[in-house]
C-alpha cells in the first residue's frame, strides 16, 4: 500500500513537472442521418487523444457532452474542431467558449478557418469576430427597446426574466455542497459557462 500510495504521489497531475497535457477532440451533428465519422477522422489526424462526441441540435447551448468537454479540459490542453458550427451556436456562444477556455487556460484550435488562441493571428481573428458580436449585441439591443417600448405602449410589458447571475448564490452553494460545475449547470438550468463566470466573479 505504501508503494501504491508513492507511485500515486508521483503521477499526481499536479506535478508541474510532468506534461499532463492532453489534446482534445469536440465532434457533433444535428441529426441521426449525419455522419460523425468525418469529423473524428480530422481530429484524430490532428492528434486528438480523447474525443467527446454527440447527436444534437446546434441551437441547444446545454449540450451535455459539450458540458463534460469543458468541464474536463485543464490547463495546457488543446480543444480542436472541425468547423465554428460543430461547437458554438452564434459568435456570443463562440466567445463565451473561448473566454472558459482561456480562462482555464486551453487552446482552442478550429480547423476549417485556421483558428490557433496560440498564435497572433487567431487572437487576432478572435478580436475581430468580438467586433462582430458587438454590433450584432448592439443591434438586439436597439431591437429589444423598440419591442419593450410598443410594449409598454400596449401595457404588456412585465419586466426581464431573471438572469444565470440572479442565481450566483445557488451556485456557490450547491458547488459548496461538493456539486461538479456540469451538475449544478443542469439543477439550476444555465450553461456551464454561467457557472464559470459567476465563480469567476
Known amino acids: 500500500m505504501v508503494l501504491i500510495g508513492y507511485c500515486l504521489s508521483i503521477l499526481d497531475p499536479k506535478d508541474k513537472d510532468i506534461d499532463m497535457s492532453e489534446t482534445v477532440g469536440y465532434a457533433r451533428v444535428s441529426t441521426r442521418d ?4 468525418p469529423q473524428l477522422d480530422k481530429l484524430k489526424a490532428k492528434g486528438v487523444t480523447r474525443l ?3 447527436k444534437v441540435s446546434g441551437v441547444d447551448r446545454d449540450r451535455p457532452e459539450l458540458n463534460k468537454m469543458l468541464d474536463y479540459v485543464r490547463s495546457g490542453d488543446t480543444l480542436v474542431v472541425t468547423k465554428i458550427d460543430r461547437i458554438a ?4 456562444h463562440l466567445l463565451d467558449i473561448t473566454e472558459l477556455l ?3 487556460g486551453v487552446t482552442l484550435k478550429i480547423l476549417n478557418i485556421n483558428l490557433d488562441t496560440s498564435n497572433p493571428a487567431g487572437k487576432m481573428m478572435l478580436t475581430m469576430l468580438g467586433a462582430i458580436a458587438e454590433f450584432e449585441r448592439d443591434l438586439l439591443l436597439e431591437r429589444q427597446k423598440d419591442g419593450i417600448e410598443k410594449a409598454k405602449q400596449l401595457g404588456k410589458y412585465t419586466g426581464r426574466k431573471p438572469t444565470a447571475r440572479a442565481k450566483s448564490d445557488q ?3 450547491l458547488l459548496a455542497k461538493g456539486y461538479k460545475k456540469t451538475q449544478v449547470a443542469k439543477e439550476l438550468g444555465i450553461s456551464v459557462a454561467s457557472v464559470y463566470r459567476i465563480i469567476s466573479d
Open 34 to 37: 449525419q455522419h460523425i465519422e
Open 102 to 104: 482561456q480562462n482555464k
Open 171 to 173: 451556485v456557490k452553494e
Open 89 to 92: 451556436r452564434s459568435t456570443k
Open 52 to 54: 467527446f462526441q454527440e
